[in-house]
């Protein structure tokens, strides 16, 4: 978000079953110690929380909040601090197997749960982002929504 990338909430993104549109809900940005070094620009005053930032989505920059759109892209980001930061393509099969793995509540409404799953990767480029530098990931995200 503070590349210029709209904000829909973090960590997970409940998607409207009828459209496939994802349904923000800017719920505060959890910034765990370890993101603190290079995200230090974020850190709330006061720090209420000890070992967690909470930093609402407008204090990234007013305009942060995204309007819901049609999901281009999913992409899984994996953190590994050892490897080479890289952006790569993943199949829709291989994507649904990790949406479904991911979804709250899956075998609540297995069936219907899949058929949304699978027509969203169906919709969209799938990719696995690895990540153990920020930036470069971040450049890799946005060329890739340049594109």
Not at 33 to 60: E, F, H, M, Y
Request: one cysteine or more; hydrophobic letters at 40%; charged letters at 25%.
């Amino acid at each position: 978000s503070q590349a210029g990338l709209g904000y829909l909430t973090d960590e997970a993104v409940g998607i409207d079953p009828a459209t496939l549109l994802p349904r923000p809900y800017p719920k505060p940005l959890s910034i765990d110690r370890g993101s603190w070094k290079v995200l230090p620009d974020l850190r709330p005053v006061p720090d209420l929380v000890t070992g967690q930032w909470q930093v609402p989505a407008r204090a990234i920059r007013p305009n942060a909040v995204a309007e819901p759109g049609p999901v281009r892209f999913v992409i899984e980001p994996v953190y590994d601090p050892d490897a080479t930061t890289r952006l790569e393509s993943v199949s829709r099969a291989a994507m649904l197997v990790r949406v479904a793995d991911s979804t709250f509540n899956f075998p609540d409404a297995p069936e219907r749960n899949l058929h949304v799953a699978a027509r969203l990767v169906e919709q969209a480029d799938c990719y696995r982002l690895t990540v153990s530098e920020l930036d470069r990931a971040v450049t890799l995200v946005d060329d890739l929504c340049s594109s």
